[in-house]
């Protein structure tokens, strides 16, 4: 069964403490993304990662860290110094590069983060 | 700016009916359009994607139309059925190494 998975499917977080969230894809798919999504608005682009071991910052980097140490996985890092985190956090990932100029992006289930 | 303008915000039809989502962009350069479907709670899902030489396309119930020209997009559903209520996104790719424009959405709603 291809495709993109997160985890968990809801996370909730004190104020303090740096939480991970988890991305994994069996789809070969060099690039993987991370967005935040807000009532209203459409999805900012926080990290990406065009290859292993590379990533960039998106347009809304500040409080967040990843990694990208494996093909599949790109985990994502909310840590305490981001100041409104409570958001629905989706990863995606596409072909990459100039393999594909459609560059679909394939998205995951989503992680639903809660501030208490 | 690279903007991308989705009207309305939301909409209410019944069950049947027919609707149309508008798109309005302000992306240079300009490779190509995707429509996503987003249920709620769940990532979004393309429906359609549009490079600048193509007016329409469509996707079984769905039809989208491109305006290179003006930079309009619309999506028109057919015959609504219950499952269309979700919200619609519009995407658009400058090109380039893959970062994209998103709609902030319209929230469909299919009433019985």
């Known amino acids: 069964d291809g495709g993109i998975t997160q985890s968990p499917k809801y996370l909730f977080r004190k104020e303090g403490q740096n939480v991970t969230l988890s991305c994994e894809q069996n789809?070969?798919?060099?690039?993987m993304y991370w967005y935040r999504q807000d009532p209203g608005q459409g999805l900012r682009l926080i990290y990406y990662?065009?290859?292993?071991?590379?990533?960039q910052k998106g347009d809304i980097a500040e409080g967040y860290s990843v990694s990208r140490e494996k093909k599949e996985s790109f985990p994502l890092t909310v840590t305490s110094a981001q100041k409104n985190p409570t958001a629905f956090y989706l990863c995606?990932?596409?072909?990459?590069?100039?393999?594909?100029?459609?560059?679909?992006?394939?998205f995951g289930p989503g992680t639903r983060l809660t501030v208490l | 700016k690279n903007q991308v303008e989705q009207s309305p915000q939301s909409l209410i039809i019944l069950e049947g009916k027919n609707c149309t989502l508008q798109?309005?962009?302000?992306?240079?350069?300009?490779?190509?359009l995707r429509w996503y479907k987003q249920d709620t709670g769940r990532g979004p899902v393309s429906l359609t994607i549009?490079?600048?030489?193509?007016n329409t396309k469509s996707n079984g119930r769905y039809t989208a139309t491109l305006d290179a020209d003006t930079k309009q997009s619309s999506l028109h559903i057919t015959a609504s059925q219950l499952s269309d209520s979700a919200s619609y996104i519009c995407?658009?790719?400058?090109?380039?190494?893959?970062?994209?424009?998103f709609g902030a959405g319209t929230r469909l709603a299919v009433h019985p």
């Open positions: 995606a990932s596409s072909i990459g590069g100039k393999r594909s100029s459609y560059n679909e992006q394939f």
């Open positions: 789809l070969n798919h060099d690039a």
């Open positions: 990662s065009q290859i292993v071991n590379d990533f």
């Open positions: 798109c309005n962009y302000t992306v240079s350069p300009f490779s190509n």
């Open positions: 549009m490079t600048f030489s193509e």
């Open positions: 995407v658009v790719n400058p090109g380039g190494y893959n970062k994209l424009i």
